[in-house]
């Protein structure tokens, strides 16, 4: 029952800086199972059965408050399924062991990109940043690495957005919107590719995996109202420090 609880303020905790800030929640979960010597095809895939509740919520909330724009989020959504897609079927079919320090890598470089981003946050809005972007691509590459990583769509798609000069409100509720489809996309692929579902479900820690979802589901709707509430700027700084953390700690270990 500690462990449950654990993992419900986990969840909570992740899923309100995700929703405030339009990332966090598969990062800050899958570091965390795989530090704990959850296999990676296995980590991705329960983290993104716990973000088929906690990414529903979420978007729906955005929707309803108006946080979502919806040319947008029609931009970013068949690439990031694509993505997806491709990116959950090549983590099932190579050694998860090999590609673990290279996903604790890259967890790392996401921790630190987005400390970049806070102490350059004041110079980009003074910049007033217009930069056009292939949407399509950004979300194909948004959605590969989110499948490959367990977490990154956020991180990727949303500050790249922000950093282009787009609405933060508007890109973190769109990017949250989208996030539903991507993550479904990549659950049953993984699903499939890795065993039967049943065989699947043996492996999964349910603890966590519970957590997660009662967590994230409680939080989703608080986080669409904190992202007027909370600096961003707070949260950034706490997010990119776990994140280094978890992946430092996942790349030694």
């Known amino acids: 029952m500690e462990t449950l609880w654990f993992f419900i303020i986990v969840g909570f905790l992740a899923q309100v800086v995700d929703g405030a800030l339009g990332m966090a929640y598969g990062v800050i979960s899958n570091a965390l199972l795989l530090t704990v010597g959850v296999p990676p095809a296995i980590s991705s895939a329960s983290v993104h059965f716990a973000e088929v509740f906690t990414t529903f919520i979420s978007g729906f909330s955005h929707l309803k408050l108006g946080n979502v724009d919806k040319n947008l989020f029609k931009k970013l959504l068949i690439p990031g399924v694509i993505g997806g897609i491709l990116g959950a079927y090549i983590l099932t079919n190579i050694d998860g062991n090999k590609i673990k320090p290279f996903i604790g890598i890259y967890l790392l470089i996401m ?15 003074e910049e007033k940043i217009t930069r056009r972007r292939h949407y399509s691509v950004l979300g194909l590459v948004g959605g590969f690495f989110d499948a490959i990583g367990g977490g990154g769509w956020g991180p990727i798609v949303t500050s790249t957005l922000v950093s282009d000069g787009k609405n933060p409100r508007k890109t973190i509720g769109s990017v949250n919107a989208a996030e539903f489809f991507v993550t479904v996309a990549e659950f049953f692929v993984t699903v499939a590719e890795v065993m039967a579902f049943i065989a699947l479900l043996s492996q999964f820690n349910w603890s966590v995996i519970i957590g997660l979802i009662i967590g994230g ?12 509430k909370i600096p961003a700027k707070v949260l950034m700084i706490s997010l990119g420090c776990i994140i280094t953390f978890l992946s ?3 790349i030694v270990l």
């Open 111 to 125: 921790g630190i990109r987005i400390l970049f981003k806070v102490f350059n946050m004041h110079k980009q809005s």
């Open 217 to 228: 589901s409680l939080a989703a709707p608080i986080a669409a109202l904190v992202t007027k």
């Open 248 to 250: 430092v700690r996942m």
